[in-house]
């Protein structure tokens, strides 16, 4: 079984950067999907982007795609999340999260496993 913790939320101004990590223990992390989600106040989680186990596919919800990048390193468990000119509406706590699933399914999922989340606060 796997298990992720994030890191690297912080607090920036509008138009800034932050580079989100999620490190994964246990084995077969390279068999699993994974994404990033985040959940505002008031609001459901929702999610951000997702890679397959290969990263022969991904994915980005219309308002980050050309701002944030996914990506993941098989070799060092890792998967990061580049957020570059963040908006005060991407405040949020975000969220890694893995599945095993069809690189078809990056959407809807199911992801099983999720870290604890980490806060980014976007000021205008």
């Known amino acids: 079984q796997v298990q992720l913790v994030e890191s690297g939320g912080g607090f920036v101004q509008a138009g800034g950067s932050l580079r989100l990590s999620c490190a994964a223990s246990?084995?077969?992390?390279?068999?699993?999907?994974l994404a990033w989600f985040r959940q505002a106040p008031g609001k459901e989680r929702e999610i951000v982007a997702g890679?397959?186990?290969?990263?022969?596919?991904?994915y980005y919800r219309d308002s980050v795609n050309g701002r944030f990048t996914i990506s993941r390193d098989n070799a060092k468990n890792l998967v990061y999340l580049q957020m570059n000119t963040l908006k005060p509406e991407d405040t949020a706590v975000y969220f890694c999260?893995?599945?095993?699933?069809?690189?078809?399914?990056?959407?809807?999922?199911?992801?099983?496993?999720w870290g604890q989340g980490t806060q980014v606060t976007v000021s205008s």
């Open positions: 890679i397959s186990w290969n990263a022969g596919r991904i």
């Open positions: 999260a893995a599945g095993m699933m069809s690189p078809a399914d990056l959407v809807e999922g199911p992801y099983n496993i």
């Open positions: 246990g084995r077969y992390f390279h068999n699993y999907a």
